[in-house]
T-cell receptor, first 116, second 112 residues
Framework: EAQVTQNPRYLITVTGKKLTVTCSQN?????MSWYRQDPGLGLRQIYY???????DKGDVPEGYKVSRKEKRNFPLILESPSPNQTSLYFC???????????????FGPGTRLTVL | GQNIDQPTEMTATEGAIVQINCTYQ??????LFWYQQHAGEAPTFLSY????GLEEKGRFSSFLSRSKGYSYLLLKELQMKDSASYLC?????????????FGTGTRLQVTL
């Protein structure tokens, strides 16, 4: 089954304790992205990756890191989490973006993170 | 930067038609998406417009006017299961960067 998976689905942690949220897709997609979703603010892009070893900042990258060593995986790293990073996080992937192409993004199920 | 506006909430009756509007401002426009998101779930793709005009897909249609920076999602024959948030998202390609920016979403409540 074609899908994007994220782990963990739920996480409660404390300020300053490094954590990684994994994201994996089995559709051979070039493009992957991380979003956070907060009430009243909608989905905001944290980082995205156009292909292996190519990553770039989205709109809210502060406090996050990513890596893209393999095509299928795109982990999100919080080196020193803080309470303002409490949010619902979504990973998404799509085929390589081409002008006019049908570049539907497939979203993972989400990770609800609470930082105390 | 980008600015995307859509209404926060809408209410409509089962069986009716509802139109959800989205206006945007962007420098490197390269397509507009509509997604549906039920509470607590991931967004799911509804439509993609890159050229002006209407795209129809069953009960859902999406319209785009690039010159006006305007799109709408039209839902016909509303069903209770259509109660969800509807997200407008704009793709912006500038140089080598390619970003997707979402509006804050429109929460649609379908009533009997």
């Amino acid at each position: 089954e074609a899908q994007v998976t994220q782990n963990p689905r739920y996480l409660i942690t404390v300020t300053g304790k490094k954590l990684t949220v994994t994201c994996s897709q089995n559709m051979n997609h070039e493009y992957m992205s991380w979003y956070r979703q907060d009430p009243g603010l909608g989905l905001r892009q944290i980082y995205y990756s156009m292909n292996v070893e190519v990553t770039d900042k989205g709109d809210v990258p502060e406090g996050y890191k990513v890596s893209r060593k393999e095509k299928r995986n795109f982990p999100l790293i919080l080196e020193s989490p803080s309470p303002n990073q409490t949010s619902l996080y979504f990973c998404a992937s799509s085929q390589k973006w081409r002008i006019g192409a049908y570049n539907e993004q497939f979203f993972g199920p989400g990770t609800r993170l609470t930082v105390l | 930067g980008q600015n995307i506006d859509q209404p926060t909430e809408m209410t409509a009756t089962e069986g009716a038609i509802v139109q959800i509007n989205c206006t945007y401002q962007t420098s490197g426009f390269n397509g507009l998406f509509w997604y549906q998101q039920h509470a607590g779930e991931a967004p799911t793709f509804l439509s993609y417009n890159v050229l002006d005009g209407l795209e129809e897909k069953g009960r859902f249609s999406s319209f785009l006017s690039r010159s006006k920076g305007y799109s709408y999602l039209l839902l016909k024959e509303l069903q209770m299961k259509d109660s969800a948030s509807y997200l407008c998202a704009v793709r912006d390609d500038t140089g080598t960067a390619s970003k997707l920016t979402f509006g804050t979403g429109t929460r649609l409540q379908v009533t009997l």
